[in-house]
């Protein structure tokens, strides 16, 4: 599912954050990283969900090789993984429930399939009754739990968390 190879990423102008990492993750597998503020670890998962590339090594996501993979195989690669950002990325001017159709409305899901998934979790994560609230009106609580909803709507293959 996951594999890399002696995987280095630096920043501008010679800042390291991440030096030769070798890693591999099977599917079934639950992984945790810990580690210290500013180790590597968001790093590592914008490198597997393809939002940065390595400096060099080998990403390897769902057999597709995401130092070669070019935008389109990047975005069908995201509509295998779900994604909790550690800052929630909900969107401001968008319902509960929008945000959490979000990516289905981006796969052409029509309307109230999107919205009877959405519903189904809503229930799940005890937020029905805030399915029409915007997001500001949220606890960071609430919001994170909207944010896992929107990571779990389309059955991943792969999540991955920062921090949730």
Do not use: W
Request: contains cysteine; glycine residues 10%; charged residues 25%.
């Amino acid at each position: 599912m996951i594999s890399l190879s002696t995987v280095h990423k630096t920043y501008p102008p010679d800042q390291r954050a991440l030096r030769s990492v070798d890693l591999t993750v099977k599917e079934g597998d639950f992984l945790f990283i810990a580690g210290a503020s500013g180790a590597g670890k968001s790093t590592l998962l914008k490198l597997l969900f393809g939002a940065e590339r390595a400096t060099s090594g080998q990403v390897v996501v769902g057999g597709r090789n995401l130092q070669s993979v070019d935008r389109e195989g990047i975005a069908h690669l995201r509509r295998e993984i779900g994604v909790i950002f550690q800052d929630y990325k909900l969107l401001p001017n968008r319902s509960v429930i929008d945000n959490i159709c979000f990516g289905l409305e981006v796969l052409g899901v029509p309307r109230s399939d999107r919205h009877r998934l959405a519903r189904k979790l809503l229930v799940s994560i005890g937020l029905e009754e805030r399915e029409s609230s915007l997001p500001q009106t949220l606890s960071g609580g609430e919001q994170q739990r909207v944010s896992i909803a929107r990571a779990l709507i389309h059955h991943p293959r792969l999540i991955l968390a920062d921090e949730p």
